[in-house]
């Protein structure tokens, strides 16, 4: 029950975010670093697909049938009808906006781990160039006050001189090559993103309607690619996924999406996760958008 309780208050909370990321991003779809789906009604054949995801495809013929009758009364009928596919559209939008909060809690945790690791960065670089300058300025000093004329005389102060420009540059290489550096071994538990990738891939932690709709067409949509077809194109083309046609793209994108254990997640890893993962919610908020139009049109 205590489960229960927790998955239906993270919902609440993150549903409620993601409503409004959702409108940024279909308001200003420029932004988004990936392909989203325009902003458009839904025809009567798009509204056939999705109800026939969610499981109401004859209950909205039979309530077409009675429309096309002339005004609809009340009957007991009609509002069985109307009822059951109520419910049924409400747990399809439950099941999404439950799914939506578990993608926010991924990218949250990534969002964490990615400030975890930039502190530590940034605390190291600091820490080299204190050594940086300080080395410089010491070994510096005493050269020049052992340096003497003709400069390009291999004297002691010359000696130091080079000396310190060497360690210089070597700490500035080593300054450098911290802000690269870092891993984080603490996403440990495989990404939302992998079924998406692989068909072998456990996709239990997304619901059925929510599977169904990810490998679903979508509206309008030209090419005759599925939703997760879309996602992987748009995200290889953006070098945020690795290709997996190549046996090192494969084995980083495994890395990346947590299916095999490596040397850990850099910041830039965990950065391409969490843009993976805004595509990924919006296109389940398209999803949505779907559904209220379905319940208005009954």
Known sequence: MDKKLVRISRILVFGFLAFCLGSASLANPGSAPFDVEPDQKYSKEDEDVLAEKIGI??????????????????TITSVELQNTMNKKIASAYFDSSAFVADVMVEMSICREEQLKLESS???????????????RGTIGTVATAISINPMMLPTDGNILGTIANGSSTGLSLVALAELKSGHSRNVSQVSLLAPIFFDNASHDRITPKVWLYLNSYPIGGSARLTHRQQLIRSWTDSKLAPNSETPAGLKKLKELLGVERGH??????????QKMLEGLRVTIFQMNKGLEQLTAAI
């Open 121 to 135: 960065q940034n605390k190291r670089v600091q820490a080299t160039n204190i050594l940086n300058f300080a080395t």
């Open 264 to 273: 850990g997640l850099t910041i830039q890893d965990l950065k391409k996760r």
């Open 57 to 74: 495809s004859s209950e909205l013929a039979q309530w077409r049938a009675f429309k096309a009758q002339g005004p609809l009364k009340a």
